[in-house]
T-cell receptor
Framework: DGGITQSPKYLFRKEGQNVTLSCEQN?????MYWYRQDPGQGLRLIYY???????QKGDIAEGYSVSREKKESFPLTVTSAQKNPTAFYLC?????????????FGSGTRLTVV | AQKVTQAQTEISVVEKEDVTLDCVYE???????LFWYKQPPSGELVFLIR??????QNEISGRYSWNFQKSTSSFNFTITASQVVDSAVYFC?????????FGAGTTVTVRA
């Protein structure tokens, strides 16, 4: 079945540590996105990529980094510069940038700082 | 800039009651799409409906219905005869600038 796989489902990070969240899609979608979800704040865009080897900052990119070396993969690194990383992270993909045909979401990664 | 407002933070109803979720949006685009997503406790966002700005025809799909009014920039969603399985967070979203802008979400709790 086509879809988006996010791993791990739960992740614990120590203070000052970088962690990488995985996002893989087999939908052959060009565009991929990372969102952060905090209680009561909806989803906020961190980074997005419209095509391989290209990506743009979203609304809250500080403290995060991404890469897009392959069409199917869009990993997100939460760096030590992100002061409040505890949140639920969702990865999404669309047929193309500005896809109006709908977006598919993964099941999310819940990151907790310990 | 795109903006989506869901004024209702939480709604609690008894099973079989109808539930209407409000969504108001702002955009300068003349062509855009509006979406509703459901997020059950498992966390994954489930696509419910998409509407383009040129299609103001309201739609009914089973127990779900949507009311899109471009004149008031509103895209409301109604669940008829709610069930416990409808308990979730519901998000309204607006496309534009190569991304989706989401509202803060409305938590719906349906009690048996």
């Amino acid at each position: 079945d086509g879809g988006i796989t996010q791993s791990p489902k739960y992740l614990f990070r120590k203070e000052g540590q970088n962690v990488t969240l995985s996002c893989e899609q087999n939908l052959n979608h060009d565009a991929m996105y990372w969102y952060r979800q905090d209680p009561g704040q909806g989803l906020r865009l961190i980074y997005y990529s419209q095509i391989v080897n290209d990506f743009q900052k979203g609304d809250i990119a500080e403290g995060y980094s991404v890469s897009r070396e392959k069409k199917e993969s869009f990993p997100l690194t939460v760096t030590s510069a992100q002061k409040n990383p505890t949140a639920f992270y969702l990865c999404s993909s669309g047929e193309d940038a500005g896809s109006n045909y709908g977006y598919t979401f993964g099941s999310g990664t819940r990151l907790t700082v310990v | 800039a795109q903006k989506v407002t869901q004024a209702q933070t939480e709604i609690s109803v008894v099973e079989k009651e109808d539930v209407t979720l409000d969504c108001v949006y702002e955009t300068r685009d003349t062509t855009y799409y509006l979406f509703w997503y459901k997020q059950p406790p498992s966390g994954e966002l489930v696509f419910l409906i998409r509407r383009n700005s040129f299609d103001e025809q309201n739609e009914i799909s089973g127990r779900y219905s949507w009311n899109f009014q471009k004149s008031t920039s509103s895209f409301n969603f109604t669940i008829t005869a709610s069930q416990v399985v409808d308990s979730a967070v519901y998000f309204c979203a607006l496309s534009g600038d190569y991304k989706l802008s989401f509202g803060a979400g409305t938590t719906v709790t349906v009690r048996a």
